[in-house]
């Protein structure tokens, strides 16, 4: 300041230092007389570079001109125009830096001449404050507008619950305007009704500072809702509350449809327990299971009888006869598992299985046999819906199966008895019969050799008839036997290492003697074949079939045998094929069942007595091979049968 070494001057520099602004003091020019310090730091010059500079030297470039138009206007009618009056530029500091000012000016006449002083305030602080201000106030504006979007009624209370907000969701929900809404008491406007005490919620909210339930309310227009209700608790830095946040969902709908699914569970479940009340008398035993391991949906009371064990509703089939010790079966005695058993494969794969016979053992040891009717639900239609009501969860997509239990017990012991009684028959006719066979050959020998007394022709002839009809006694009664005894299992195979073509040879040679209108013919490339059979019962299957083709081949003709082996499945490959009656189609898929025999051979009066199929089937298979045939009526019949044979042996 010692450019201005005038008293005025003096004086005023040293008030300019104790003003709490950046103080510039101009002349009419615009030239700068005077500076305060606070004018240093601000715009980082020193005093002497700045006095004698024209003011604009603190300003940005771009303002210099606009700048001092201004002051020229100013200096023409000179006022006072404190600070906050929106005066603010941009200021430039000797680095570059721009930044935000406030300006206020005084005119001031000093040593005669008019001068201006310019205090000069930094803003950039106020302008950070100002634009965070502004960011909050778009903020809340958003916030407003997102909470008027929200479907949801959402209001705030104050710490007595009156009604401080309410969005547009809530004036949908309720049908009252926010102007309408705000100020009242909140559970009494909308006549709440709760489903604990209110004191209850309010000590939930106090103590957890939020509370979540449901809650009905009366509308504008007397409509009840039941709304799903979050309320949280605001409180101060302090911990006094504040406010209550309150959002209500409309769940009128949803909670009716809720009731409506409860109340039909409760009326299927009403309807099952009648089921199994009416299912618990029935003497048989009726499961319902589900899904591929057979859980249990449903059992009877005959159902705990038949597997001596309770099975439990939910468990997995395995798991119950594990746990219970309960093992299964086959008809012929071999173990059956679990998931070969009927009830696995309905469950499995659909299937629907009819009078399967297996045998269960119970866990005390005692084994019943039974007759299984597995039927997945799917396939009987009229039943499916039944399939996805009793099915729980996810689950539900998995399939039920109705499983029908029979126990055949008293059955069997009518069969057993019933073979004993046919097997002491035939075996006590076995005799008289030999004897009667025996006595009529005899007889007739010795008249044919002219010793004892003559014989009338007709007496020779009844001989013959007598001797006949001994012989198909004998022939029954033996075939009757045989099936008693495979059907006790009384029989083992005598298994040995055997020639099938050497064996198959002597049947044939045999057979060829019993007849001049047949040729029979083995064919088959192998020297031998080597298999470990029970010959004997090979032989006997082998002439069941060659008798049959000859007897069914009145007109005579060609019975061929061939032989052949798939060394790679391990397999002998019989066939005994003949040119005669044939068997009518309807009746070829009962022809190896026991006694039966189709109307063409009774109708052309061959005698036999149905069994030798049957006793056929059963050796073949107790050999672990199959039996089947091809036949046409008044064409012919092929008859094919597989043995496993001892591949790589010849
Ligand atoms: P049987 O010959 O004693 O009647 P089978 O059990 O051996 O008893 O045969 C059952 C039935 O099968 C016969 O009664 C006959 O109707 C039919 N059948 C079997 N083999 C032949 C065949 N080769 N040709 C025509 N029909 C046959």
């Not at 201005?4 to 003096?10: A, C, E, I, L, R």
């Not at 004698?52 to 030297?57: K, L, N, S, T, Y």
């Not at 007759?371 to 009987?380: G, R, T």
């Not at 309807?586 to 025999?597: A, D, G, K, L, P």
């Amino acid at each position: 300041m010692t450019a201005f070494p005038s008293v005025t001057m003096k004086i005023l520099a040293a008030s300019l230092d104790l003003s709490p602004d950046a103080v510039v003091v101009v002349n009419a020019a615009g030239t700068i007389v005077l500076v305060n310090a606070l004018v240093e730091t601000m715009f980082g010059y020193r005093e002497e570079e700045l006095v004698g500079q024209q003011v604009e030297v603190l300003l940005p470039e771009r303002l210099h001109t606009m700048h001092a138009a201004h002051r020229v206007r100013y200096g023409r009618a000179p006022r006072l125009r404190p600070m906050g009056r929106w005066l603010i530029v941009e200021g430039r500091r000797k680095d570059g830096h721009e930044f935000p000012v406030d300006v206020s000016l005084r005119p001031i006449m000093m040593e005669q001449a008019l001068h201006v002083i310019g205090a000069v305030r930094d803003m950039s602080v106020q302008r950070i404050a100002e634009s965070e201000h502004n960011e909050l106030a778009k903020r809340l504006y958003l916030q407003g507008k997102l909470v008027n979007l929200a479907h949801d009624a959402i209001l705030v209370c104050d710490p007595e619950d009156h009604i401080v907000s309410w969005n547009r969701g809530a004036e949908k929900l309720y049908g009252w305007k926010e102007q309408e809404a705000v100020g009242q008491a909140i559970h009494l406007f909308l006549q709440a009704r709760f489903p604990q005490p209110l004191e209850t919620i309010e000590q939930v909210l106090e103590q957890e500072g939020q509370w979540e339930g449901d809650l009905i309310h009366i509308c504008r227009d007397g409509k009840q809702v039941i709304v799903e209700s979050r309320q949280v608790l605001v409180r101060d830095a302090r911990g006094t509350p504040t406010a209550i946040l309150e959002i209500n969902r409309d769940v009128t709908e949803r909670r009716r449809l809720e009731q409506v699914e409860r109340e039909a569970r409760a009326e299927m479940r009403a309807r099952l327990k009648a089921l199994q009340l009416i299912l618990n008398e029935l003497p048989i035993s009726i499961c319902l299971v589900q899904g591929p391991q057979a859980r249990l949906i449903l059992a009877n009371r005959a159902s705990t009888a038949l597997w001596g064990a309770e099975w439990k509703r939910g468990q997995p089939m395995e798991d119950f006869l594990t746990r219970h010790a309960i093992r299964l079966f086959t008809g012929d005695g071999r173990p059956l598992s679990s998931a070969d058993s009927p009830i696995r494969r309905a469950v499995a794969s659909g299937e629907a299985i009819y009078h399967n016979q297996h045998v269960i053992r119970q866990p005390d040891g005692a084994n019943l046999p039974v007759l299984v009717n597995a039927i997945p639900l799917d396939a009987l239609r009229e039943l499916q819906p039944l399939s996805y009501e009793l099915a729980e969860g996810p689950a539900a997509a998995e399939r039920v199966a109705l499983i029908v239990h029979q126990d055949v017990t008293a059955l069997k012991e009518a069969e057993t008895l019933k073979d004993t009684f046919i097997s002491i028959v035939t075996h006590e006719l076995r005799t008289p019969v030999t004897v009667l066979v025996g006595y009529a050959s005899l007889m007739l020998a010795r008249a044919a050799r002219g010793k004892g007394p003559e014989l009338d022709e007709w007496q020779r002839a009844k001989l013959s008839e007598m001797k006949e009809a001994a012989h198909r006694l004998a022939k029954l009664t033996e075939d009757l036997q045989h099936v008693t005894r495979v059907q006790a299992g009384q029989f083992q195979l005598q298994l040995s290492p055997t020639d099938l073509v050497a064996l198959t040879r002597q049947v044939v040679d045999r057979l060829q003697a019993t007849t001049d209108r047949h040729r029979l013919s083995v064919h088959t490339s192998l020297a031998q074949l080597q298999a470990t059979v029970d010959a004997f019962r090979i032989e006997q299957v082998l002439t069941n079939l060659l008798t049959n083709a000859i007897k069914y081949s009145p007109q005579g003709g060609p019975i061929e045998v061939t032989i052949e082996e798939n060394a790679e499945a391990h397999e002998a490959r019989f066939n005994v094929r003949d040119s005669g009656m044939g068997i009518p189609r309807e009746q070829q898929v009962h022809i190896f069942e026991r006694f039966v025999r189709a109307d063409n051979v009774r109708a052309a009066r061959i005698s036999g007595t149905g069994l030798g199929l049957y006793l056929c089937r059963e050796l073949v298979e107790r050999h672990g091979g199959r039996i089947y045939f091809e036949s046409e009526e008044r064409v012919g019949s092929t008859f094919y049968f597989t043995l496993p044979s001892n591949a790589g042996t010849r």
